[in-house]
């Protein structure tokens, strides 16, 4: 393993890019607009892809190679933002890690939860961050709610509506759960952070309409159970045109006290039992990739624990693969039965010694992620 690298308490943070597609141009431009970070180099494995990213960015003559270790050492990298595809996440970010630089990555973690307790496993082997975007949990209006929340007490019952007719075309049109598999992870996570407890049972059915251009299921109905007896349901649909929602879906959350609900796009709206609003309170953080950048460097220079940090993040990708195997196998599924059958497949497939023997001496994958290994 390499010598971390050092971040600095001020100037800005020098960052290799790895990624130059669609979402690697969104990621270079707020890099550009950061006066906290530069970017020293960008990673393809098409060079001339590279090349014309990096000219759409404004910076022509940026160092562009085909692997990280051609440029980390050159570049005096001191981070690593990974925006490739996620197949190609373990790899890029393992390399990263032992090489001594932390990680922003693109979500989802990893295609699967395997290879997201691996990837934990060399985080922890090496002390270095691993931070996952969840983009969506970085909204100015979410904060006003999460305060809102605060105000009404524990959340018992939330719902995300979620309609929307997108025609990407490409590889999402084969995905045999394109709404599960590429979507649904962003209102799952944001679950996990509003209800404030980790989900540990889940219950899903999906469909694929008549209409649907989708070769894979494109609707479902999930049901998650908490931890603290808090239930979630998401109701989502990838081919409902017309009368869409917004990207973040349309949220009701019920507590004791009262209730709040938000469209996903504007301002929420809250109020106690007896009818009396609750206001919140707004901020002007960064939102979206800008949110986790900022939040990224801020750990960074200033310690804590970012809210994507691999060992949290790990759930977010459990709640999809226990959504898909509910569709499958039509039943209930425990997200424990998953991640301790996950643990095994790691230490199966590893091949580092050092980082198999990290895996192996965990007694329990689920509560190494924060959820008990005996919840009900």
Not at 94 to 105: D, K, M, Q, R
Not at 172 to 201: T, W, Y
Not at 202 to 222: E, I, K, L, Q, V
Not at 342 to 361: I, K, N, T, Y
């Amino acid at each position: 393993m390499a010598e971390p690298a050092t971040v600095p308490a001020d100037g800005p943070l020098r960052l290799l890019q790895v990624g130059a597609g669609g979402m690697g141009r969104a990621w270079l431009a707020t890099i550009a607009d950061n006066p906290d970070v530069e970017l020293v180099g960008l990673v393809d494995l098409d060079l001339e892809t590279a090349r014309e990213a990096a000219a759409g960015a404004g910076v022509p003559d940026l160092p562009v190679g085909r692997a990280l270790a051609e440029l980390a050492g050159p570049t005096r990298a001191q981070a690593v933002v990974d925006v490739t595809v996620p197949r190609a996440h373990h790899a890029v970010n393992t390399e990263a890690l032992l090489a001594g630089l932390p990680v922003l990555c693109e979500k989802p973690l990893a295609e699967s939860l395997a290879e997201c307790l691996s990837m934990v496993a060399v985080s922890e082997l090496t002390g270095q961050l691993l931070m996952v975007s969840q983009s969506r949990r970085y909204w100015r209006h979410l904060d006003r709610l999460r305060s809102q929340l605060v105000e009404l007490g524990p959340v018992g019952l939330a719902t995300c509506t979620f309609a929307r007719g997108p025609h990407f075309g490409g590889f999402r049109d084969a995905m045999p759960h394109p709404l599960l598999v590429d979507m649904a992870i962003h209102q799952f996570d944001l679950a996990r952070d509003l209800v404030g407890s980790e989900p540990v049972e889940a219950f899903c059915a999906s469909s694929n309409p008549p209409w649907s251009w989708y070769a894979g299921d494109a609707a479902a109905t999930a049901v998650f159970r908490f931890a603290d007896g808090a239930r979630f349901t998401f109701d989502g649909s990838w081919c409902s045109p017309g009368l869409e929602t917004s990207w973040n879906g349309h949220w009701r959350l019920a507590t004791a006290e009262g209730s709040a609900v938000w469209d996903g796009d504007g301002a929420p709206l809250a109020e106690r039992a007896d009818g009396t609003p609750v206001p919140g309170t707004a901020s002007d953080a960064p939102e979206q990739i800008a949110g986790s950048l900022a939040e990224f460097v801020r750990v960074l220079r200033h310690g804590g624990t970012p809210s994507g940090e691999v060992h949290r993040n790990v759930l977010s990708v459990a709640m999809v693969d226990a959504a898909t195997a509910s569709a499958e196998q039509g039943r209930w599924v425990r997200i424990a039965d998953l991640l301790e059958q996950a643990h095994g497949q790691a230490v199966a497939d590893e091949r580092r010694p050092e980082v198999r023997a990290v895996l192996e001496s965990w007694p329990s994958a689920a509560a190494r992620v924060g959820l008990p290994a005996a919840a009900p």
